[in-house]
């Protein structure tokens, strides 16, 4: 229900923009996540569909932006000042709940996952 698009190579100081459409339900809460190789997979950004609420991860803030188009239905991760060490698989991920600040780096709360989409950056 979640596909992802817009990964690829790019060359660090460059942008990507990373899309997630989700298809036959609009949920509430959207967040992407990310994994690189032999580490854990870490909280990115997230945001509430009402675009109340957004959360950055330290490493991330003021580099990333999240928004979503409510016509669209789909979320976006616009990626500027890529770093090498942003590479890695992003996966989308949503929830039918409104997730509260505290919660949405959770990445156990959220019931569904996209397939990923691979962001290499290089130096």
């Known amino acids: 229900q979640l596909v992802e698009s817009g990964g690829g190579l790019v060359q660090a100081g460059g942008s990507l923009r990373l899309s997630c459409a989700a298809s036959g339900r609009t949920f509430s809460t959207y967040a992407w996540f990310r994994q690189a190789p032999g580490k854990e997979r870490e909280f990115v950004a997230g945001?509430?569909?009402?675009?109340?609420?957004?959360r950055y991860a330290d490493s991330v803030k003021g580099r990333f932006t999240i928004s979503r188009d409510s016509a669209r239905n789909t979320v976006y991760l616009q990626m500027n000042s890529l770093k090498p060490e942003d590479t890695a698989l992003y996966f989308c991920?949503?929830?039918?709940?409104?997730?509260?600040?505290?919660?949405?780096?959770?990445?156990?709360?959220?019931?569904?996952w996209g397939q990923g989409t691979q962001v290499t950056v290089s130096s």
């Open positions: 945001v509430r569909w009402s675009g109340s609420t957004t």
């Open positions: 991920v949503a929830d039918s709940r409104s997730l509260i600040w505290s919660t949405m780096s959770q990445r156990d709360v959220y019931d569904y």
